[in-house]
């Protein structure tokens, strides 16, 4: 049994909550979880997507060990696509 828990910066992406931002396409609120970087509008069916920020999973060399491989590479492959977006 490893004594690793992960740092504090983590939490965000270890115990998610839901988020409700307002869709830009025709404002209906939209539930996105705090380890999202995009979500569905179920109004209008439009992409919505928020920044997560600098993280550690940015510098970190523990971040994937930390966060577990299925979400480490879900938020860097999601966060790829929104930098080549903009």
């Not at 049994?1 to 983590?10: D, K, V, Y």
């Not at 025709?26 to 928020?50: F, K, L, N, P, Y």
């Amino acid at each position: 049994m490893s004594l690793f828990r992960g740092c504090p910066g983590a939490v965000t992406f270890r115990e998610v909550r839901p988020e409700d931002i307002e869709c830009p396409e025709c404002a209906a609120e939209v539930e996105i979880w705090s380890d999202e970087v995009t979500a569905r509008c179920s109004q209008c069916g439009a992409r919505v997507s928020r920044e997560l920020g600098p993280s550690c999973i940015d510098w970190c060399s523990f971040a994937e060990q930390c966060i577990g491989t299925e979400k480490y590479e879900r938020l860097k492959k999601d966060s790829s696509v929104e930098e080549n977006a903009s």
